[in-house]
């Protein structure tokens, strides 16, 4: 069982910089690929960037590649997702999830791939 506390997220003015931190509640973290999703109203989950258990690799979705960037930090089992060049199109409730399985280069796209979900942490943009 994982539990995963999001933070960081707030208002933020267009082209402004954020990040959002998730707190890993395991004690095998490294055994997890992590993951950020959204989801803004009347909208469906939408995968953002995923990072393998080692943290050497990561994969973006094209909406955000370039300005978003995962990290994770294995001794305090955080999880990052820093987020620059802000626009309003980007408001909405930012999701962590965790996902087993996979081997030591696998990373996650599909939110059915991963198993646990924090709460989530609303990001507003305004213009």
């Known amino acids: 069982q994982v539990q995963l506390v999001e933070s960081g997220g707030g208002l933020v003015q267009a082209g402004g910089s954020l990040t959002l931190s998730c707190a890993a509640s395991t004690g095998t973290f490294s055994n997890y690929i992590m993951g950020w999703f959204r989801q803004a109203p009347g909208k469906g989950r939408e995968f953002l960037a995923g990072?393998?258990?080692?943290?050497?690799?990561?994969t973006y979705a094209e909406s955000v590649k370039g300005r978003f960037t995962i990290s994770r930090d294995g001794a305090n089992n955080m999880v990052y997702l820093q987020m620059n060049s802000l626009k309003p199109e980007d408001m909405a409730v930012y999701y962590c999830?965790?996902?087993?399985?996979?081997?030591?280069?696998?990373?996650?796209?599909?939110?059915?791939?991963?198993?646990?979900w924090g709460q989530g942490t609303q990001v507003t943009v305004s213009s």
């Open positions: 990072i393998t258990t080692n943290g050497r690799g990561t």
């Open positions: 999830a965790a996902g087993q399985g996979g081997g030591v280069y696998s990373v996650y796209r599909n939110r059915n791939q991963y198993n646990y």
